[in-house]
Nanobody, 112 residues
């Protein structure tokens, strides 16, 4: 079992920044890739960014150049800059490790 605990969401004005964190615990030796998904009201959950244990990153086109994913062992971070109202969503930490594990979600709201 893997547990993912997120922190760092909140309310910010457009153009502002937020940093999300996600700490993994449990059978962490099975974790290679970690990342973030998001889900806005009425929309499907979609990948925002991911990072492997070797540091290879992948970003959704909509966040390239604005968001940066990083990792320190089994804690993953998402630095979000130049936030837009369209970034408003619940953000979920994600780790495929045998099964797919999800965090509890953290709300990010960007006001215009």
């Amino acid at each position: 079992q893997v547990q993912l605990v997120e922190s760092g969401g909140g309310l910010v004005q457009a153009g502002g920044s937020l940093r999300l964190s996600c700490a993994a615990s449990g059978t962490i030796f099975r974790i290679n890739t970690m990342g973030w998904y998001r889900q806005a009201p009425g929309k499907q959950r979609g990948l925002v960014a991911s990072i492997t244990s070797g540091g290879t990153t992948n970003y959704a086109d909509s966040v390239k150049g604005r968001f940066t994913i990083s990792r320190d062992k089994n804690t993953v971070y998402l630095q979000m800059n130049s936030l837009k109202p369209d970034d408003t969503a619940v953000y979920y930490c994600w780790a495929p490790a045998g099964s797919i594990y999800w965090g509890q979600g953290t709300q990010v709201t960007v006001s215009s």
